[in-house]
Every structure is written in structure tokens, then in C-alpha cells.
């Protein structure tokens, strides 16, 4: 399968997020349990999100993962608790789209990854993920992806 990958400018985007460490195994679970906090709460604030959830990734240890879960903002909000106000950071970015289901992904991060290098582009470190297609109503076969490395 062959990706459209490519480099473009993108402005800040202010998020609210939950920073947190789980293993792959548990990925869907915390996911699921973090939108669910972070929709609740903008809601008590009367806000919505200004954009598909995503999921910011600061390792690849598979047992270990760091990341981020969160929903872009259309303004600065405040943090609650674990719920904290961020932002995903503006400038350039080499970005793709991947669709089908999360675990085949790989190969799409492989061909982004072949295209930087090529291009003489380097990574940041942070590889974002913005989902664009609500598992519950889409098979996983038409799922899409936008995979992000600033």
C-alpha cells in the first residue's frame, strides 16, 4: 500500500489532555476512559472540541508507552486534575494518512519515516495520531488516521 506523505505548516492548537504511561494491551481502555473524562468535563464547561481526538506518543516501548490523550480546544481552558490545558505546538509538520484498523498502522509510520529521511526531514520525537473516524459507527477496515511528527 502506498501513503500520500508530505510536509506542511501547522499553527499551535490548544488542547486539553491527560498525560499518562500504559502498556499497548491497555492502550484501548485508557483511551476510551480519558475522552470520556475530558468530554465530560467540557461539557461542564459548555465547551466542545474543535477537532477529532488525538493521542500524542513520547516512546515506542510498547510495555511503557508515555502519551497524551486529549481533544483539540478552540481557546485556552482550565485544568482540572488529571485534565490539564496544552497545546499541540504550531510549525512544520511531516504528516500522513493511514486508513484501517490501529493495529495494522505500522507500515504507514514506516513509509512516513522512509519519506523524512529521503526528504531531510527529522522527527521532533512526539508522534501524534488525530483520529478521524469514530470506531463505534465505522468498521475498522475504513478507520482514518492522521499520523503527525512535528
Do not use: H
Given at each position: 500500500?502506498?501513503?500520500?506523505?508530505?510536509?506542511?505548516?501547522?499553527p499551535?492548537?490548544?488542547?486539553?489532555?491527560?498525560r499518562?504511561?500504559?502498556?499497548?494491551?491497555?492502550?484501548?481502555?485508557v483511551?476510551?476512559q480519558?475522552?470520556g473524562?475530558?468530554?465530560?468535563?467540557?461539557?461542564?464547561?459548555g465547551e466542545q472540541?474543535?477537532?477529532?481526538?488525538?493521542?500524542?506518543?513520547?516512546?515506542?516501548?510498547m510495555?511503557?508507552?508515555?502519551v497524551?490523550?486529549?481533544?483539540?480546544?478552540?481557546?485556552?481552558l482550565?485544568?482540572?486534575?488529571d485534565i490539564?490545558?496544552?497545546?499541540?505546538?504550531?510549525?512544520?509538520?511531516?504528516t500522513?494518512?493511514?486508513?484501517?484498523?490501529?493495529?495494522?498502522?505500522?507500515?504507514?509510520y514506516?513509509?512516513?519515516?522512509?519519506?523524512?529521511?529521503?526528504?531531510?526531514?527529522?522527527?521532533t520525537?512526539v508522534a501524534?495520531?488525530?483520529?478521524?473516524?469514530?470506531?463505534e459507527?465505522t468498521p475498522?477496515?475504513?478507520?482514518?488516521?492522521?499520523?503527525?511528527?512535528?
Amino acid at each position: 500500500m502506498s501513503y500520500k506523505c508530505e510536509v506542511k505548516e501547522q499553527p499551535a492548537q490548544a488542547t486539553l489532555a491527560v498525560r499518562t504511561r500504559t502498556s499497548v494491551q491497555e492502550l484501548p481502555q485508557v483511551l476510551g476512559q480519558a475522552y470520556g473524562a475530558i468530554a465530560q468535563y467540557l461539557g461542564e464547561l459548555g465547551e466542545q472540541p474543535a477537532g477529532p481526538p488525538f493521542a500524542a506518543y513520547y516512546n515506542q516501548d510498547m510495555q511503557d508507552l508515555e502519551v497524551e490523550i486529549g481533544f483539540p480546544v478552540a481557546r485556552e481552558l482550565p485544568s482540572r486534575g488529571d485534565i490539564q490545558a496544552g497545546e499541540i505546538p504550531g510549525g512544520k509538520v511531516a504528516t500522513s494518512l493511514y486508513t484501517g484498523p490501529y493495529s495494522e498502522m505500522e507500515p504507514a509510520y514506516d513509509a512516513l519515516f522512509q519519506w523524512m529521511e529521503e526528504n531531510g526531514y527529522e522527527a521532533t520525537g512526539v508522534a501524534y495520531e488525530m483520529y478521524l473516524s469514530d470506531p463505534e459507527e465505522t468498521p475498522p477496515e475504513e478507520w482514518q488516521t492522521q499520523i503527525v511528527f512535528p
